[in-house]
T-cell receptor, first 114, second 110 residues
Framework: DGGITQSPKYLFRKEGQNVTLSCEQN?????MYWYRQDPGQGLRLIYY???????QKGDIAEGYSVSREKKESFPLTVTSAQKNPTAFYLC?????????????FGPGTRLTVT | DAKTTQPNSMESNEEEPVHLPCNHS???????IHWYRQLPSQGPEYVIH???SNVNNRMASLAIAEDRKSSTLILHRATLRDAAVYYC???????????FGTGTRLKVLA
């Protein structure tokens, strides 16, 4: 089955630790995205990538970093510089970024930092 | 960035049609109108999108006003599985970004 995999579903970390969230897709999509969702709110764009080895900051990139070494993978690192890291993180992909192609979302990772 | 306005919540009876409205008065000529829905603790699911003409797919219909300042997502027969938060989103094809609002929480009554 084609789709997007995010792991783990739940993640707990102590304050001050960096943590990396995994995102893998087997849809052969060029574009990938990371969003953050806080309770009762819509999604906010953290980073996006149009192609391998290229990525751009979204609206709330501070305290986050990404890499895109393979087409299938777009991991997100939440660094200790992110002031409020506890949130629901969603990864998405789309066939292309420049046309109006729909995005496919993964199941999300709920990160809790204490 | 163009924004959308949706009612916070709506209710519908099962097996009846549902019309979910969305206002986007600042829409530009290149903005596509997208609809997604999200169940609790899950990622959003694509529903439908359009630019100017009305669109139909197996999930829903999208009716776009002639001036494009508003649109309506139509679920032809609501089921309990359609209970979700529905997001109306504009996407500018030059900036690539979706701007998510808080959406409409649809409750379907059995």
């Amino acid at each position: 089955d084609g789709g997007i995999t995010q792991s783990p579903k739940y993640l707990f970390r102590k304050e001050g630790q960096n943590v990396t969230l995994s995102c893998e897709q087997n849809l052969n999509h060029d574009a990938m995205y990371w969003y953050r969702q806080d309770p009762g709110q819509g999604l906010r764009l953290i980073y996006y990538s149009q192609i391998v080895n290229d990525f751009q900051k979204g609206d709330i990139a501070e305290g986050y970093s990404v890499s895109r070494e393979k087409k299938e993978s777009f991991p997100l690192t939440v660094t200790s510089a992110q002031k409020n890291p506890t949130a629901f993180y969603l990864c998405a992909s789309s066939k292309y970024i420049v046309r109006s192609y729909e995005q496919y979302f993964g199941p999300g990772t709920r990160l809790t930092v204490t | 960035d163009a924004k959308t306005t949706q009612p916070n919540s709506m209710e519908s009876n099962e097996e009846e049609p549902v019309h979910l409205p969305c206002n986007h008065s600042t829409i530009s000529g290149t903005d596509y109108i997208h609809w997604y829905r999200q169940l609790p603790s899950q990622g959003p699911e694509y529903v439908i999108h359009g630019l100017t003409s009305n669109v139909n797919n197996r999930m829903a219909s999208l009716a776009i006003a002639e001036d494009r300042k508003s649109s309506t997502l139509i679920l032809h027969r609501a089921t309990l599985r359609d209970a979700a938060v529905y997001y109306c989103i504009l996407r500018d094809v030059s900036t690539y970004k979706y701007i998510f609002g808080t959406g409409t929480r649809l409750k379907v009554l059995a």
